[in-house]
């Protein structure tokens, strides 16, 4: 039996499995209903009509791979530069506390044109690995090189991405689900070995590296629930969601810095400049913003809409490995914030968008 997920699979799997997660810490009754109620809301079937298969011409294969190579060359030297925090290239502990430095200053803030920009332009080695894996030998190697190398480059301080990237190749053959056990552990291993070369054998552990992403959320969201004294409306959770959609370089805007006010909250002694930033899975989000079941609909409203859209341009442009990539993101995201989420697929199809209208006459 193969493992055929589309987008709003993977989405109903983080939002199950999160929300268990947070039950297993919690008292909060509601929130494996307030979980599914988010992913039924969109979950039905919606009919998306098949295309013919898509390939990518030639030129403007070569004129894609210029591009990106252009745009990832200018922002390592001149612009955002996240080789200076990234876990595999410096000095761990000095890469996550430059992160942590620049997240206290952006505390609030937009983000810029180019981070936006950036940020939109991160699927871009993905859409990259669909145009080429079925050309010639010469594009597959240029392909997957230059793939592998932004992988790298974008790692940053946090194993995830490098492991969405993974994950997302294998899951988008539609492997036999006998084949992702027997992947288990060399996987789990290489997640120890990640780790280890990130925290140098300085961070302490509960349980191990891997047990403990899954852990924390929960151990987070409890405290939490019993620290936390202020609430805010669904109607400002929605109005984070506009908030997103109008660039800050344009129209300025204050954001809540969700986990990082809400690390404030059950780290009182760290002051206005946190030195880690904590996650509480998206649960944290109906907790917050009352009441729950308002905020769990708006979310799946948006949802439904977003993938739908998403899911159409996938089946157009004919990718594979970017859908896998939104969906393991979408799981991996949902361990924070379900804003995450929207952010994601809102600067997927900007991007998704501009490319069906640039390689599709």
Partial sequence: MRIKLNLRHYLVVGLVFWGCIAM????????????????????????????????????????????????????????????????????????????????????????????????????????????????????????????????????????????????????????????IFFMMLPFYFLFTIVSELRDKGQASYMTNEFFDAFLFPGLNLNLLVNNIAKYSSSFDYFLEIIKKIIPSFIYPKEIFSFNIELTQVIYPHMGDEVSSISVFTYVSELIYFKPAIITAAIAGIVFRFLTYHLMKLFRVLNLQVTESYLGIMSITLLRSRTLDVVSLYLFAIIFLIFIKKSVIK
């Fill in 24 to 179: 297993l810490f919690t008292d909060f009754s509601m929130i494996l209903p307030l979980s599914l109620l988010i992913g039924l809301i969109f979950f039905p079937k919606t009919h998306i009509q098949k295309q013919d298969e898509f390939e990518i011409g030639k030129n403007k294969l070569i004129l894609y791979i210029i591009v990106i190579c252009v745009v990832y060359l200018i922002d390592a030297l001149f612009l955002r530069q996240k080789w200076k925090y990234n876990m595999l290239i410096t000095n761990s502990a000095k890469a996550v506390e430059f992160f942590v430095d620049a997240s206290n200053i952006s505390l609030g803030k937009g983000r810029g044109f180019w981070d936006l920009f950036m940020n939109t332009f991160l699927i871009a080695p993905f859409v990259l690995v669909d145009f080429v894996k079925k050309r010639d030998t010469l594009f597959k190697v240029v392909g997957y090189c230059l793939f592998t190398l932004i992988l790298i480059y974008e790692t940053g301080i946090s194993r995830g991405f490098l492991f969405t990237g993974i994950l997302a190749l294998v899951l988008s053959r539609k492997p036999k689900i006998k084949h």
